[in-house]
């Protein structure tokens, strides 16, 4: 059996756009001498903020609730412990302002975000790809000619590590609370989300 030549290559897309969601975690803590009343105190907590979670520009995608005593030193504190974590997605960047100042008005515990991510990414995903496919057959092309001869058919195509959708994250200070916190200043401007897609192709080589 005749053995046809092979080129391997690798090749690498890209593709960049503006984010257009936005993903934040929030964290509530409050103490109390029983888990009942450190529940209690924690939902007067959550409620203060649930007005800006039930908004339509706003998804809530995870919820954790943690109740435990207090330990320090080995030792029952004698106090209980309630918290609740949440992750949540602005889908309206236009109302991403508003939505911050009535969460952090709430005073949470903690606050990180956010991390700029795109409502179509398998759209942003599948551009990448063919800029892959597109740039390892440009050098399969060139190392053909070098070669003397032309480029034959795809054989094999995989996909090698490296793929992703690195998020651009900017983290957002808690500001002080109350009920109009200003959080114009903080410059949370949606930035690009590269996706980044590399593949190893085996092409026949026509001689």
Do not use: N
Not at 181 to 203: G, Q, S
């Amino acid at each position: 059996m005749t053995h046809i030549p092979e080129i391997v290559t690798e090749g690498t897309g890209h593709h960049e756009e503006i984010a257009d969601r936005a993903e934040f975690e929030l964290g509530f803590s409050a103490k109390g001498r029983t888990r009942a009343a450190a529940v209690t105190a924690l939902g007067k907590l959550v409620a203060a903020a649930q007005p800006a979670l039930d908004s339509p520009a706003v998804a809530v995608t995870h919820r954790r609730l943690w109740v435990h005593d207090e330990w320090r030193r080995g030792s029952r504190t004698g106090t209980c412990r309630a918290e609740e974590h949440l992750t949540l997605r602005v889908t309206a960047l236009d109302r991403l302002e508003s939505v911050l100042g009535s969460l952090l008005a709430a005073e949470p515990a903690s606050f990180s975000g956010p991390s700029w991510t795109l409502e179509d990414s398998d759209a942003a995903l599948a551009a990448a790809q063919r800029e892959a496919v597109r740039d390892a057959r440009r050098r399969a092309e060139g190392y053909a000619a070098a070669l003397g001869g032309r480029l034959g058919a795809l054989r094999r195509l995989s996909e090698s590590d490296g793929r992703g959708a690195p998020m651009m994250a900017m983290r957002a200070a808690v500001a002080e609370g109350g009920p109009d916190v200003d959080v114009h200043d903080l410059e949370l401007e949606p930035e690009p989300v590269r996706v980044t897609v590399r593949c190893t192709t085996t092409w026949a080589l026509e001689t």
